[in-house]
């Protein structure tokens, strides 16, 4: 079965080919053929790779994301990247949908119904779902009537109980959608199989926390396989501190902006999602790479950006410990969480409480996929590669064989 994926973002757009055999691999398999556009304006920048190793970058005009998706999957059947020799023989498309709103939890197939009722909840996430309602109808117009698949990342976290999932507001906002839904689903799920898998553990008798640190950053208590608490909330603003965004605030800020400064909800939106966090401390960037660079030459506020951004992450982390009631694994992961030893050496520095403890030198070399704790440590810590589209891809596999069987079995 050929699988391609669409992950579209405000400003991007991403898609993957996989080629999944009768039985699903422990391991992710390599892509057949990967593409991404980046655009600011109508200049984008964009990246073929072919699972033959060929790669290709170079700057292209767009004008809409339905143009930027016809260049990238143009690539896919044309040319020196090419992984199939036609459009037809692509069995199914997987898009990553942020924001699945109070109704949707697994991966569905979708319908003229699925598509009304996401963008119903486009006011919780208006650039990302309405970006990707965008790729569905794209493809719908080159790919004609291969099915499609939705795979929610809002979705694992729907196993949050109501005490975890409700804001001690007004019952009316629950009634009326407000809720912690969480974020960054697909790839926290991913993580918690991995972990299992890495380190030889039954899913369903595991407690873990993990860490996705990316420029988007959230934390995942879960539970014998279930999300039981997590620190994204009604938007991906929530939480701990980003590489933009700011996190969690007193809420008394915002309404005393509003009455002294005189800023608006749009202003404000921008302020917090834009020119906060690392950025907004630092006011050298949102990038923890730079940040680092920058503490290691002396500059006082990248060193306190830093050092609010750790505060953040182990008290988080705590709480997830306490909300789990002990922890047999930390996993970390995404861009920052893989790749910054030092960010995985601070946030673990005061978890020896727990019998946690890192190995240096296993921690410095940020291996992937790979145990980094001390032989001696009571809970174990990993690395793992974020695999988006890896996890979507086995959704519509498993989404798509559930159908058949079933088909099958009513004409038996």
């Given at each position: 079965?050929?699988?391609?994926?669409?992950?579209?973002?405000?400003?991007?757009?991403?898609?993957?080919?996989?080629?999944?055999?009768?039985?699903?691999?422990?391991?992710?398999?390599?892509?057949?053929?990967?593409?991404k556009i980046e655009w600011e304006g109508e200049s984008?920048?964009?990246?073929?790779?072919?699972?033959?190793?060929?790669?290709?970058?170079?700057?292209?005009?767009?004008?809409?994301?339905?143009?930027?998706?016809?260049?990238?999957?143009?690539?896919?059947?044309?040319?020196?990247?090419?992984?199939?020799?036609?459009?037809?023989?692509?069995?199914?498309?997987?898009?990553?949908?942020?924001?699945?709103?109070?109704?949707?939890?697994?991966?569905?197939?979708?319908?003229?119904?699925?598509?009304?009722?996401?963008?119903?909840?486009?006011?919780?996430?208006?650039?990302?779902?309405?970006?990707?309602?965008?790729?569905?109808?794209?493809?719908?117009?080159?790919?004609?009537?291969?099915?499609?698949?939705?795979?929610?990342?809002?979705?694992?976290?729907?196993?949050?109980?109501?005490?975890?999932?409700v804001y001690p507001g007004p019952y009316e906002w629950?009634?009326?959608?407000?809720?912690?839904?969480?974020?960054?689903?697909?790839?926290?799920?991913?993580?918690?199989?991995?972990?299992?898998?890495?380190?030889?553990?039954?899913?369903?008798?595991?407690?873990?926390?993990?860490?996705?640190?990316?420029?988007?950053?959230?934390?995942?208590?879960?539970?014998?396989?279930?999300?039981?608490?997590?620190?994204?909330?009604?938007?991906?603003?929530?939480?701990?501190?980003?590489?933009?965004?700011?996190?969690?605030?007193?809420?008394?800020?915002?309404?005393?902006?509003?009455?002294?400064?005189?800023?608006?909800?749009?202003?404000?939106?921008?302020?917090?999602?834009?020119?906060?966090?690392?950025?907004?401390?630092?006011?050298?960037?949102?990038d923890m790479r730079e940040i680092l660079s920058a503490?290691?030459?002396?500059?006082?506020?990248?060193?306190?950006?830093?050092?609010?951004?750790?505060?953040?992450?182990?008290?988080?982390?705590?709480?997830?410990?306490?909300?789990?009631?002990?922890?047999?694994?930390?996993?970390?992961?995404?861009?920052?969480?893989?790749?910054?030893?030092?960010?995985?050496?601070?946030?673990?520095?005061?978890?020896?409480?727990?019998?946690?403890?890192?190995?240096?030198?296993?921690?410095?070399?940020?291996?992937?996929?790979?145990?980094?704790?001390?032989?001696?440590?009571?809970?174990?810590?990993?690395?793992?590669?974020?695999?988006?589209?890896?996890?979507?891809?086995?959704?519509?596999?498993?989404?798509?064989?559930?159908?058949?069987?079933?088909?099958?079995?009513?004409?038996?």
């Amino acid at each position: 079965m050929k699988v391609l994926v669409l992950n579209s973002g405000s400003s991007s757009q991403k898609s993957s080919l996989y080629d999944i055999g009768d039985v699903l691999p422990n391991d992710p398999p390599a892509c057949l053929w990967q593409a991404k556009i980046e655009w600011e304006g109508e200049s984008a920048e964009a990246e073929i790779k072919s699972g033959r190793g060929f790669t290709r970058r170079n700057r292209i005009q767009v004008s809409s994301r339905a143009q930027a998706i016809e260049h990238l999957l143009g690539t896919l059947w044309k040319g020196e990247a090419s992984a199939v020799r036609s459009p037809s023989e692509i069995d199914v498309v997987g898009h990553r949908v942020v924001h699945g709103g109070p109704e949707f939890e697994d991966p569905v197939v979708i319908t003229a119904e699925v598509k009304s009722a996401i963008a119903s909840v486009s006011a919780f996430a208006p650039l990302h779902n309405r970006a990707e309602l965008e790729g569905m109808e794209t493809i719908e117009k080159l790919l004609g009537a291969v099915p499609q698949v939705a795979v929610f990342d809002t979705g694992f976290h729907k196993t949050m109980p109501l005490y975890a999932a409700v804001y001690p507001g007004p019952y009316e906002w629950f009634a009326s959608g407000i809720r912690r839904y969480g974020f960054h689903g697909i790839n926290h799920k991913y993580c918690a199989r991995r972990a299992a898998h890495l380190l030889g553990r039954d899913l369903n008798s595991f407690k873990l926390v993990t860490c996705h640190l990316g420029n988007g950053c959230s934390l995942a208590a879960i539970h014998n396989g279930k999300s039981v608490d997590t620190t994204m909330g009604f938007t991906p603003l929530e939480g701990l501190m980003m590489g933009t965004r700011s996190g969690s605030v007193d809420p008394g800020i915002l309404t005393y902006l509003l009455r002294q400064s005189k800023h608006t909800g749009e202003q404000l939106d921008e302020l917090l999602n834009e020119h906060s966090g690392l950025l907004g401390i630092s006011d050298v960037s949102g990038d923890m790479r730079e940040i680092l660079s920058a503490v290691r030459k002396g500059h006082e506020r990248a060193k306190l950006a830093f050092d609010i951004y750790v505060h953040r992450l182990r008290s988080s982390i705590g709480a997830m410990i306490a909300v789990l009631g002990g922890i047999d694994a930390l996993v970390f992961t995404a861009g920052v969480g893989e790749n910054s030893p030092d960010v995985r050496a601070a946030a673990c520095e005061n978890l020896q409480y727990v019998g946690l403890k890192l190995d240096p030198k296993k921690n410095a070399e940020s291996p992937a996929d790979e145990e980094i704790s001390a032989p001696d440590s009571v809970v174990r810590v990993i690395t793992i590669r974020a695999e988006e589209d890896w996890e979507i891809a086995r959704d519509c596999w498993e989404l798509v064989d559930k159908n058949q069987t079933q088909r099958q079995e009513q004409h038996t």
